[in-house]
């Protein structure tokens, strides 16, 4: 009934860009929260940046100045502009949302919604 789609993640060298966008699906009422978080091979998931409806953007210290978080709300859309990458960067991507929604007549609310993934890979 709601999902979160992923796009733009890919091989990139050290040092390139990548943009990736994140967009919620379905009858969406309000999104309070919508992120970016990323997981390496062996290690645990972790933030990488988060926007909310009051207008707080978090980064986590390892991309700040170098990834920047938008978002669309007419889109109910969030996007990831990531300079500078390095090999560290390698990792997939989760979109994660906080939202409302209607099912039918009944307005549901999600906490932690997360999508597929989509997999960023910088070479060195």
């Known amino acids: 009934q709601v999902q979160l789609v992923e796009s733009g993640g890919g091989l990139v060298q050290a040092g390139g860009s990548l943009n990736l966008s994140c967009a919620a699906s379905?009858?969406?009422?309000?999104?309070?929260?919508m992120g970016w978080y990323r997981q390496a091979p062996g290690k645990q998931r972790e933030l990488v940046a988060v926007?909310?409806?009051?207008?707080?953007?978090t980064y986590a210290d390892s991309v700040r100045g170098r990834f920047t978080i938008s978002t669309d709300n007419a889109k109910n859309t969030v996007y990831l502009q990531m300079n500078s990458l390095k090999p560290e960067d390698t990792a997939v991507y989760y979109c994660?949302?906080?939202?409302?929604?209607?099912?039918?007549?009944?307005?549901?609310?999600?906490?932690?919604?997360w999508g597929k993934g989509t997999l960023v890979a910088v070479s060195s």
């Open positions: 926007s909310t409806s009051s207008g707080s953007i």
């Open positions: 994660n949302a906080d939202l409302r929604f209607y099912s039918g007549v009944v307005l549901r609310t999600v906490t932690s919604l």
């Open positions: 379905g009858r969406i009422e309000s999104i309070s929260a």
